[in-house]
């Protein structure tokens, strides 16, 4: 499985996260499966977005979309995100 994380401050969250799920058939389109969000308990406006994909070229195809980019515009991004592809190496839950 691999997955895209990003990371980036936004000036709402809750405007932010309308277009996020709003862009969400566009994550589906390139083969994710799922996401978590996470936010900083210092500063709720900066998040962690975790989307997993079966593959890593449909990670890669979703980072490169031309759509993301407008949306992080529309939803309040106020700075360039931080994103890493990555394959799960492994995972448990405790």
Not at 12 to 18: G, I, L, Q, R
Not at 72 to 78: I, K, L, N, S
Request: charged share 20%; glycine share 8%; no cysteine.
């Amino acid at each position: 499985m691999a997955k895209a994380i990003v990371q980036h401050h936004v000036r709402d969250y809750d405007a932010w996260y309308a277009v996020f799920i709003e862009h969400g058939d566009v994550r589906r389109r390139h083969g994710a499966t799922g996401h978590s969000v996470s936010r900083s308990v210092a500063d709720p406006n900066s998040i962690v977005i975790v989307s997993d994909f079966a593959t890593v070229e449909g990670a890669q195809a979703f980072i490169q979309d031309p759509s993301l980019g407008e949306a992080m515009e529309r939803a309040g991004v106020d700075g360039p995100p931080q994103v890493w592809i990555v394959e799960e190496s492994d995972a448990q839950a405790y």
